[in-house]
């Protein structure tokens, strides 16, 4: 089977986007980073349908479930043997081809700041200028640790989701250009999503440690 680039959710580095904020607009950015922060904290609970696209053109799809906080699930297409699961703590990797486990504190990947609703992306975000008054887009990065990664949120403005938002995807590009993006749809809001949907089997030979 073809080997799969690892997912956006532990890729690296930063996207190549430029924002020029001229001081008239930064009050307005101020209020929509202020907007996807209230996003982030109105949304409990939410499933998706994903596209997962590489550098390479391969797509991917699956589901995504989120549970705040910090809970995260990419469950892939059938016939892909990778599960990414967020469990509140950290971000696990489970590759059930070759039996393989990585793990990663949350806060460590770009992920972090679409799913911590304790983050304050006034601190570490901007808007990127799109020229479409229905697309808001805001890059997230740590200028502290560039190799934690960034993620650039995509949202279209919706007045029916939570605070008037409806998170469209997100874009990453690691520090060897890999660039991976991921296109949501069928968006829920509000659904029960067990905290058993966070767990997993561990492929390794028993006696191995998680995580290891």
Not at 49 to 75: E, H, Y
Not at 105 to 125: C, E, M, Q, R, V
Not at 175 to 199: C, E, H, I, M, W
């Amino acid at each position: 089977m073809k080997r799969i680039v690892a997912p956006l959710a532990l890729t690296l580095a930063a996207v190549p986007f430029v924002a020029t904020i001229v001081p008239a607009a930064a009050q307005a950015d101020q209020s929509d980073l202020s907007r996807v922060n209230a996003y982030i904290r109105a949304v409990k609970t939410m499933t998706a349908d994903f596209a997962q696209t590489d550098r390479n053109g391969q797509t991917l799809t699956g589901q995504l479930t989120i549970k705040q906080p910090g809970k995260i699930r990419f469950q892939y297409q059938k016939g892909v043997p990778l599960l990414i699961v967020g469990d509140g703590k950290a971000l696990t990797m489970i590759d059930y081809e070759v039996r393989q486990v990585q793990r990663w504190p949350i806060g460590n990947s770009p992920l972090g700041a679409l799913i911590d609703p304790n983050k304050d992306l006034s601190k570490f975000g901007k808007v990127i200028q799109t020229g479409d008054p229905t697309i808001l887009s805001v890059q997230a990065r740590d200028p502290k640790r560039p190799d934690y990664g960034t993620i650039t949120m995509i949202f279209k403005r919706d007045a029916a989701s939570p605070a008037g938002l409806q998170l469209y995807g997100w874009v990453a590009l690691d520090s060897q250009n890999n660039r991976t993006a991921v296109k949501l749809s069928n968006q829920r809001y509000g659904v029960a999503v067990a905290d058993s949907a966070f767990r997993w089997t561990d492929p390794r030979p028993k006696g191995r440690m998680p995580g290891g």
